[in-house]
């Protein structure tokens, strides 16, 4: 059975990239690793790492994405956490087996290589979830 390994990461959705990273990066002190043009997702990444994960500070870039509609209809703030599986298609299988909700049918393949799909909120307790093999 697949297994969670660790929380890769909280995603924040912003609406100003540079008045998110006064607070995070200059008042808190975390290190900016870099930022990052997600296409995919049609958005922009800044990548703050913690101990071994990251916050990841999420803007739109374009306004009919689903970070800008969530962005519209809940405003700034948390917007989903990442957990690292070993075997994100055995993950998937288990999760749908089990009744869960998914948004993704099928896994993505995001920037670095790497498979990705989200959980839908409904079967997460209100958390959109997104699941992520290392």
């Known amino acids: 059975m697949p297994t969670i390994q660790k929380l890769n990461h909280i995603a924040i959705v912003v609406?100003?990239?540079e008045r998110s990273l006064?607070?995070?990066?200059?008042?808190l002190g975390?290190?900016?690793h870099g930022i990052r043009?997600?296409?995919a997702e049609k958005s922009q990444v800044a990548f703050l790492p913690i101990a071994g994960s990251?916050?990841?500070l999420v803007q739109?870039?374009?306004d009919e994405s689903g970070v800008a509609k969530y962005l519209a209809k809940r405003g700034p703030g948390l917007h989903h956490l990442c957990l690292e599986t070993d075997d994100?298609?055995?993950m998937m299988a288990g999760l749908k087996a089990r009744g869960v909700r998914l948004i993704n049918e099928e896994p993505r393949i995001a920037a670095d290589g790497k498979?990705?799909?989200?959980?839908?909120?409904?079967?997460a307790g209100g958390v959109l979830v997104e699941l992520y093999q290392f």
């Open 15 to 17: 609406d100003d990239m």
């Open 22 to 27: 006064a607070f995070w990066r200059d008042a």
């Open 30 to 32: 975390i290190e900016l």
């Open 37 to 39: 043009d997600v296409p």
């Open 54 to 56: 990251e916050l990841e």
């Open 60 to 62: 739109p870039t374009d």
């Open 88 to 90: 994100l298609d055995g």
């Open 115 to 123: 498979k990705y799909a989200f959980v839908h909120p409904e079967s």
